[in-house]
């Protein structure tokens, strides 16, 4: 039917939101240069985004 979805690394994940942060654009230009469906992106930006939060989800 459809084909599998690739399994990618935490480093790879780590590596393509870095990318997105350093260059800026959008989550389709950024997932074109390393081959990442353009949908992944925004979840694994919003993932680290929520890994880097303070415990307790209260700003500083």
């Avoid at 654009?25 to 680290?48: F, I, N």
């Amino acid at each position: 039917m459809g084909h599998p979805s690739p399994k990618y690394s935490a480093e790879f994940k780590q590596q393509a939101v870095r990318l997105y942060r350093e260059r800026g654009g959008t989550y389709a230009e950024t997932a074109r240069e390393p081959g990442v469906d353009p949908g992944s992106l925004p979840d694994w930006v919003k993932r680290a985004d929520a890994a880097q939060a303070p415990a307790g989800g209260q700003p500083l």
